[in-house]
């Protein structure tokens, strides 16, 4: 006698469409025993397997009857009530989920009330496997499949225990479209599974998903799928005769509909027409050239597109030898054309201040105009990759790399008499002549120029000569960045 440990013997009778039997009736009846009796341990997964299939074959058409842990009397009783559900040339379908043993030579299917206090008392509290073939030949049914999935417990006495586990392949007598599947070969058991569903029943499951695969195929596909799940451990097999042309699950027929292009156009351009990101706008010009919203689509494209940074055709290129040769020259904020101011340059700092500077990035202020060989303005260090914002109001008058040492350079005008300078930058994000407020990000901190590190060479310009920034920026009581003590 060998007795299946932690048996979750899946049990199907499947329905089963060719030419023939594509319009005969459906029946399917699934059973999952998790909850014995006489074992202490709850299986782990038969419930959730039954439940899983009969929505599935529910979905599929199936008259579908679901019993859980049904003990032996309603297992029979609904057994029986299969004969005469199926029209003649039907497809019946029977799923059981729970322990199972094998004696003599024989597989058994174990209700939840069976005791099995001694070996004489198996045959009469279990349901032989060849008593439900023989059901399911009575039915009427021309299609018929039965699906045996062995689990690792043995949870009964250990008198009936022979040492080799698994179930055994006997000797069963069916008729012609008739196919029994095991879920592992004699002497393997079946993996419980990692989830809600047995190793075995998983691949079932997903089998139950491939349309217009004939039957042979779909179990070849759960087999592979299932030792390589197991490492080559299970290995399901089958054996039968009569189905080689059936599928599990007919494919579904072809209407020849034409969708309207505008249709599609307008429901791809309602999903983007908010968006500020130009991918989506030349993904849209990609898939319909001609489309509906073309032309507004390049319109957005174009307007939303980062500009690189390029060297400038402005007259500021033509400086980039004067600024090798006098580095501290300042003509290169002096060709802005800057108006001339009547007012005296005593007040020049009372009139930087109506412009309300913030500072241009969060981060440390390395080197000012004291500690600067050049006195040129402020470094401030800080992530690769940090925004870099307008510290006031203005017009970007340069945006380029003309300037040798400067890098990504960015050039904002904010007034009559005040220009501010953003070099070294890793990329800018606006162009020259566009309107900027404070705050607004104009660059991305980085190591263009002359620096090697992640920082932000900042100026201010007064009419054209370089001016303290600090004489502008908040105080350090505001937002201004702490200094750097070494």
Known sequence: MKILSHVTTAFIGVLLFNSQSFAAQKVALVIGNSEYNTVSDRLKNPANDAKAVASRLKNLGYDTELLLNANLSKMLTALNGLNGKVDAGGTVIVYYAGHGIQLSGHNYLVPVDAGMTNRDMVTRETIQLQEVIDKLESSGAANRLVILDACRNDPFPKAFRSGTRGLTREQLTTGNGMMVMYAASPSEVAADGQGQ?????????????????????????????????????????????????????????????????????????????????????????????????????????????????????????????EREQAPNSTSIYDSLTLKPNRENDNNMVSNGRYLKWTWPITGILSQSTETSPNKNGVDISGER??????????????????????????????????????????????????????????????????????????????????????????????????????
């Open 197 to 321: 569903h047995g190793t075995f029943t998983q691949a079932l499951l997903q089998g139950f998903n491939q349309s217009g695969v004939k039957l042979p195929e779909m179990m070849d596909d759960i087999r592979e799928q299932v030792r390589r799940d197991t490492k080559g451990t299970q290995n399901p097999y089958y054996e039968g005769t009569g189905l080689s042309r059936f599928v599990l699950v007919p494919a579904a027929p072809v209407v020849n509909t034409v969708t309207p292009v505008a249709d599609s156009d307008k429901q791809f351009w309602d999903e983007i027409k908010s968006s500020t990101d130009a991918s989506e706008y030349q993904a849209y010009l990609t898939q319909y050239p001609n489309g509906k919203f073309a032309a507004l689509a390049q319109s957005r494209k174009d307007k939303y597109t980062v500009k690189p940074a390029q060297p400038s055709t402005s007259k500021l290129d033509t400086l980039r030898l």
């Open 385 to 486: 990759g940090s925004p870099v914002k307008a510290a006031a109001d203005g017009v970007i008058v340069y945006a380029g790399t003309g300037i040798v040492g400067y890098g990504n350079l960015i050039v904002i005008r904010h007034d009559d008499n005040f220009l501010s300078a953003y070099a070294n930058n890793e990329r800018l994000t606006k162009s020259e002549g566009l309107k900027v407020k404070a705050g607004e990000v104009i660059a991305l901190i980085g190591t263009s120029g002359e620096t090697k590190d992640n920082m932000l060479h900042f100026e201010i310009r007064y009419r054209g000569k370089p001016v303290d920034p600090l004489l502008f920026l908040p105080s350090a009581s505001e937002t201004k960045p702490p200094v750097d003590p070494f």
